[in-house]
């Protein structure tokens, strides 16, 4: 594309969300050590509580609570190191805070990680629906096929199932989700007749009766329809497979790369699939990079403040959190080797970005990959002023064709404080950011895609074609395979 049809490019309403996790540091392992951090309260309902009320006073459009659901423990063939350093260990369940967050706010969204390999899927659908009633339809779910050993140790296995085979799984699991949230119970089969004493119409309420290779589900779905009835879909695998599962399920992609070039062409391939493939306005995916910045009022305080940063930050949980993603053991690496290309089961597209960008003119070794993933994570930094900060973000929207951003923090919760203060004014003077939600005390979907009454999936999602609207009868709308 070149230069003058960028800047044609209308300008992008961004979609901002805080990334946290249920632990201390989350993508900055050892900063839960600096006096001013509280990520280590993570265990006090408080804290969540604290976070949710002013990110939306700040008009977040959500709060993404990322999840693992085994410990880090691929460096040094040890758990040692993600224990001693807090390397997103201990962590608890994301799920569990959502309610008590939602009851202190109105119209913030929650998007909480959950996996299709180690979760039954009648048993999530309850939960989740559960969870959108009780936010009022402010749920959404960021779909994992989950990338941990010790998580398939945990659950059973000797090891996680092999990284294609995760997807077909997560393809058949989405489609037994979509008929319990939405082919299952009419719009309307709730009637609450105290006349008639029918509390739900019996004939529109229906098995799904799913057989398939993974899953064999009758039904029916056990909670009614929710607010959404389907929670807003996120996903952020960018492999092969992960890219043809997104171009047809994901209404928000995350990604997470060094620099936007590394991820420019996979975001350009999932669009192309999505419409070319499954018929879908490319634009309506949505796609949010993972950034952590460090912002002062000059360039001199945020890269002190970097400077302060990294005398906290602890290279060996670095090393515990690449190990995961990645699956390779730098602890085998001597000092000046460099990180090579291997074939992985855990997240492909991480080692593959890697391979293929080096750091500035140096090379990634263990060290220089600690040092970049010690703040900040598979991630950039950005340092500097507001002004420095959004012209970063620009690059991103420019060469990538990002809609949004997740902002992680180096110390919680003055890195969304610093953000709320200093960088949100600056988006907003660029026309970069909304003054207020689209649809107050609306859906997540509703403020995401900023169409009140937009509850549901699009029309042009495949959730939509499962949907049994009120009026419609079993006959006229059999459940789709």
């Known amino acids: 594309m070149s230069e003058n049809s960028q800047a044609e490019r209308p300008k992008k309403n961004l979609v901002i969300n805080a990334f946290v996790e249920m632990c201390s540091g989350h993508q900055s392992p050892g900063l839960w050590r600096h006096p001013d951090d509280q990520s280590w309260r993570f265990n006090e309902v408080s804290h969540w509580v604290e976070l949710a009320k002013i990110l939306e006073e700040a008009k977040f459009h959500g709060i993404f609570i990322a999840d693992v659901l085994g410990g880090y423990d691929v460096y040094s063939k040890s758990l040692d190191p993600a224990k001693i350093s807090g390397a997103q260990w201990p962590v608890n369940e ?67 199932p092999q990284h294609d085979d995760r997807y077909a799984q997560a393809e058949e ?120 910045p460090i912002l002062g009022r000059t360039t001199e305080e945020a890269q002190a403040k970097l400077k302060e940063f990294r005398q906290y930050a602890s290279h060996e949980g670095a090393l515990a959190l690449f190990g995961g993603w990645t699956g390779i053991d730098l602890s085998q690496y001597g000092d000046d080797e460099e990180l090579r290309h291997v074939e992985s089961n855990a997240v492909k597209s991480t080692v593959e970005g890697y391979a293929r960008f080096a750091p500035g003119t140096s090379k990634w070794t263990k060290h220089t990959i600690a040092e970049h993933v010690s703040i900040g994570g598979n991630g950039p930094i950005f340092v500097g002023t507001p002004e420095e900060v959004a012209d970063g973000l620009e690059v991103w929207i420019k060469e990538a064709d990002i809609d949004g951003f997740n902002f992680a923090y180096a110390l919680f919760p003055q890195s969304f404080k610093d953000i709320i203060e200093l960088l949100l004014p600056e988006l907003k003077r660029r026309g970069l950011f909304w003054d207020d939600y689209a649809v107050e005390k609306g859906t997540y979907r509703e403020n995401f895609y900023q169409k009140q009454g937009q509850k549901g999936p699009l029309d042009e999602h495949v959730a939509s074609s499962f949907r049994w609207k009120a009026g419609v009868s079993a006959d006229q709308h059999p459940i789709p395979e």
């Open 173 to 292: 699991y989405i489609k037994v989700m979509y008929k319990l949230f939405e082919s299952s119970w009419r719009d309307d089969a709730v009637k609450l007749d105290r006349e008639k004493g029918i509390y739900t119409q019996p004939d529109l309420v229906r098995q799904i009766n799913h057989e398939g290779k993974f899953f064999k589900v009758p039904g029916p779905h056990i909670v009614q329809p929710s607010p959404q009835r389907t929670p807003l879909l996120l996903q952020a695998g960018t492999s092969r497979a992960g890219k043809l599962f997104a171009a047809q399920h994901a209404e928000a992609i995350f990604v997470s790369a060094h620099a936007p070039q590394v991820c420019a062409k996979s975001i350009a391939e999932v669009r192309e699939l999505a419409k070319t493939q499954f018929g879908r306005d490319p634009s309506n995916l949505k796609v949010l990079a993972l950034v952590t």
């Open 94 to 160: 994301p799920l569990a805070v959502v309610s008590a967050m939602a009851a202190a706010t109105k119209s913030i969204g929650f998007g909480v990680t959950v996996s299709t390999t180690y979760e039954e899927p009648y048993h999530l659908a309850r939960r989740l629906s559960t969870v959108d009633h009780l936010t009022n339809g402010r749920l959404g779910w960021n779909i994992v096929t989950s990338y941990l050993d010790s998580a398939a140790r945990n659950m059973g296995r000797t090891e996680q």
